[in-house]
């Protein structure tokens, strides 16, 4: 038996259980979509955005890349954005990445990985701002405080994007949050304060990397 045909097994036993529990659940879930959460994370699958926030299918419209890398070039990510803010009216964007994300890491130590490396060139230009203050964490945690650092300037590129900035400009009520997720105790925690449409986003930004900064440093 192979392991897709396990895979289907296993997708007839869940659905099963799923319309015990709830026998209108799927003929609900298709007739609309309606989500509060849009998640931008990264494609480790070790990182399941609907599972680790405790939700169901159809409460969160998600969107994945490598290093959860936000950048406005990026169609694919930009799509889906605005998709999320225009069309879904999602009160929620969550922006979440990882520790010991892999895409970071091979940013920090160099490493050549073909294509991939031209997908990362923002986390390096990102290692190269904050060169100074990368220099003052110790070795073992610079890969951590990196995944920290990338939250927080992923989170701040995705408010500049012209979707968040034209629906603040609307008076919409999404708010932008910055998450980073522990692959070793399964916990979240908040790396920038949730954004609005109040906040000044530069401040936060950088009370942010002050915070991740003495974090690391004892600084």
């Given at each position: 038996?192979?392991?897709?045909?396990?895979?289907?097994?296993?997708?007839?036993?869940?659905?099963?259980?799923?319309?015990?529990?709830?026998?209108?659940?799927?003929?609900k879930l298709s007739k609309q979509q309606k989500p509060l959460f849009f998640w931008?994370?990264?494609?480790?699958?070790?990182?399941?955005?609907?599972?680790?926030?405790?939700?169901?299918?159809?409460?969160?419209?998600?969107?994945?890349?490598?290093?959860?890398?936000?950048?406005?070039?990026?169609?694919?990510?930009?799509?889906?954005?605005?998709?999320?803010?225009?069309?879904?009216?999602?009160?929620?964007?969550?922006?979440?990445?990882?520790?010991?994300?892999?895409?970071?890491?091979?940013?920090?130590?160099?490493?050549?990985?073909?294509?991939?490396?031209?997908?990362?060139?923002?986390?390096?230009?990102?290692?190269?701002?904050?060169?100074?203050?990368?220099?003052?964490?110790?070795?073992?945690?610079?890969?951590?405080?990196?995944?920290?650092?990338?939250?927080?300037?992923?989170?701040?590129?995705?408010?500049?994007?012209?979707?968040i900035r034209e629906a603040w400009q609307r008076g919409q009520p999404v708010r932008?949050?910055?998450?980073?997720?522990?692959?070793?105790?399964?916990?979240?925690?908040?790396?920038?304060?949730?954004?609005?449409?109040?906040?000044?986003?530069?401040?936060?930004?950088?009370?942010?990397?002050?915070?991740?900064?003495?974090?690391?440093?004892?600084?």
């Amino acid at each position: 038996m192979s392991l897709v045909h396990d895979l289907l097994q296993n997708n007839r036993q869940w659905a099963a259980a799923l319309k015990l529990e709830a026998p209108d659940f799927f003929l609900k879930l298709s007739k609309q979509q309606k989500p509060l959460f849009f998640w931008i994370g990264c494609c480790d699958s070790r990182v399941p955005a609907n599972q680790i926030i405790g939700l169901m299918p159809g409460e969160v419209f998600v969107h994945r890349n490598i290093a959860n890398i936000v950048n406005s070039a990026d169609i694919n990510c930009m799509s889906a954005l605005q998709y999320a803010v225009d069309v879904l009216q999602v009160r929620h964007v969550i922006l979440c990445g990882h520790f010991g994300c892999g895409g970071v890491q091979a940013a920090v130590h160099g490493e050549g990985h073909g294509i991939i490396d031209y997908w990362i060139w923002d986390i390096k230009a990102i290692l190269t701002r904050h060169e100074a203050m990368l220099a003052q964490a110790p070795a073992e945690r610079l890969v951590d405080l990196m995944c920290e650092i990338n939250v927080i300037e992923q989170t701040y590129e995705l408010c500049r994007t012209k979707v968040i900035r034209e629906a603040w400009q609307r008076g919409q009520p999404v708010r932008v949050h910055g998450w980073i997720y522990g692959i070793h105790d399964g916990l979240l925690q908040e790396v920038i304060p949730e954004v609005d449409r109040t906040v000044d986003v530069e401040t936060v930004y950088q009370a942010a990397l002050t915070a991740v900064t003495q974090k690391y440093t004892g600084g």
